[in-house]
């Protein structure tokens, strides 16, 4: 059986070689990640080709994802590591300020000059994923003095976080509307926006993704959870976004450890209750970054996120710099395809209402209770854009579904859909044609056999481009 969730894997310096990327890929890898917050966009163009060529090459359909950086607070350049110690004082300071070279208060350069504008006294700052911790003494111009509450190493270019703080500074920043501009040359399938505070961090996004509309279909777009302001605005957000992300990783120092489950629980129930996509990201086989096996809690986590209904599930820093990328993925689909075997006894999963108005969604329910109550071994949904089959992947249909389109874009956006299986099948003229050349693709994947009957969805007339408005049933080598 056909995984049905999907695995984004985060691209790195340990999977940059062709070798490594076409083992991901054969491992099981659905979309690839790109961090925008490393490398630069020659690297990024290079490799994106890289892993079109070797997905072709390979025939499957991969789906690339640009993460845009976002205003993340960093330390900046250092010579050495610095090692802070507990209850000394600590010296934060942008580019402006002078450094004494004779203070023997330690200095930490910040990459992020609004920082002195919204922190206050008794603020805390976390360095490196909360593994230093700080409390703000005094807060000048240009500098802050703190004390160090938990001490460690800290490198260039850490990740700086204020929890509790509100920043007034925009979410999307310069240097993401010029990666977004690359993105989009690049025909990009999903671009993801760091630190969603409100649908108006989506609706600036789309404005320049729009402007590209004449070029073709435009990449779905997913807000990245990842600030305790997105989960107030969460309503607003999924109604404006293609997908989410539970970026655990900040949203885990942002607020209480222990209210990060329950956050996820609540973000994948609401997004499929509106339809949209839905990541569940960060550390989830992370001690596989330097071990060849993940720990138990790991497993649990992975087939907990599959419980809860999640459309996918992603690795960063094990794929991107970790010593077992491949095994990473590998294990990642065995414990993904362990826990779908067992979803109806353990899953947990509210369809969207259906009541939009809308034909393909109210097709798409027909189709998944066609499946469901009669004898039918798959459902075939043609489609353009894509959007029919996210309907049909929100249906979560028990049969396998498989989503054929005349556009290369719209098999990359489906790569990422729960249980749908994307194929690229050139436009047909008429419906006899259209049906025939996905009964051969049926009988060539050994999905389905010849005598067994699946549903069909389709726009009518076959060789228009119009939203999908007809269901049937269809005997597989039984010609129209």
């Known amino acids: ?28 890898v659905n979309v690839c990640r790109f961090n925008f917050s490393h490398g630069t966009l020659e690297e990024h163009q290079k490799q994106i080709a890289l892993v079109r060529s070797i997905s072709k090459t390979l025939n499957k359909p991969v789906g690339i994802l640009q993460d845009l950086q976002g205003p993340k607070i960093r330390a900046g350049l250092l010579a050495e590591d610095l090692d802070l110690i507990a209850d000394e004082n600590v010296i934060l300071y942008s580019s402006s300020y002078e450094v004494d070279p004779n ?29 230093v911790v ?48 690359f993105g989009l ?3 990009v399938d999903f671009v993801a926006i760091s630190f969603v505070r409100s649908a108006k961090d989506i609706t600036r996004v789309r404005e320049v993704i729009d402007a590209h509309e004449d070029k073709g279909l435009t990449p779905f777009i997913i807000g990245k959870l990842e600030k305790p302001e997105a989960l107030d605005n969460l309503e607003e957000i999924l ?34 209750k509106h339809g949209k996509i839905v990541i569940t990201a960060t550390q989830m086989l992370d001690s596989m970054i330097m071990n060849p096996l993940p720990t138990r809690a790991e497993s649990s986590d992975v087939a907990n996120a599959i419980f809860d209904g999640t459309d996918a599930v992603m690795l960063s820093g094990e794929t991107a710099n970790g010593l077992y990328p491949v095994e990473s993925v590998q294990f990642m689909d065995r414990i993904v395809r362990s826990a779908e075997k067992n979803f109806f006894d353990w899953g947990h999963f509210s369809p969207p209402p259906y009541n939009t108005g809308d034909d393909a969604a109210s097709i798409t329910r027909a189709a998944r209770e066609l499946a469901h109550d009669l004898n039918v071994a798959a459902i075939a949904v043609f489609t353009h854009t894509g959007r029919t089959a996210l309907l049909m992947s929100k249906s979560r249909s028990r049969v396998p579904v498989m ?15 729960w249980g749908i299986m994307p194929n690229y099948l050139t436009m047909s003229s ?51």
């Open 1 to 28: 059986m056909e995984r049905r969730a999907k695995i984004v894997a985060t691209l790195g310096p340990s999977s940059q070689s062709p070798e490594v990327i076409e083992r991901l890929i054969l491992a099981g």
């Open 103 to 131: 203070s023997k208060v330690k200095s930490l350069p910040v990459d992020f000059s609004e920082l002195f504008d919204c922190v206050e006294n008794d603020n805390r700052i976390l360095i490196d994923d909360g593994h």
């Open 134 to 181: 700080l409390n703000v003494l005094e807060n000048y111009e240009n500098y802050l003095i703190a004390k160090v509450i938990t001490g460690g190493k800290v490198s260039s270019h850490k990740g700086i976080n204020l929890p509790g703080v509100r920043l007034t500074i925009p979410g999307f920043t310069e240097k993401d509307r010029a990666d977004l501009e």
């Open 185 to 187: 040359s690049q025909n």
């Open 239 to 272: 109604q404006v976004a293609d997908g989410v992300m539970v970026a655990r990783g900040d949203l885990g120092v942002e607020m209480s450890p222990e209210m990060v489950p329950i956050a996820q629980k609540r973000i994948i129930l609401e997004a499929n």
């Open 403 to 417: 989503a054929f389109t005349p556009t290369e874009n719209s098999l990359g956006r489906m790569c990422l859909l």
């Open 430 to 480: 008429t419906l006899r044609e259209m049906v025939n050349k996905a009964d051969q693709v049926f009988e060539d994947t050994n999905l389905v056999a010849k005598g067994q009957q699946i549903v069909v969805l389709s726009g009518f007339p076959a060789n228009q481009i119009r939203h999908t408005n007809m269901a049937m049933l269809h005997i597989v080598g039984e010609k129209l």
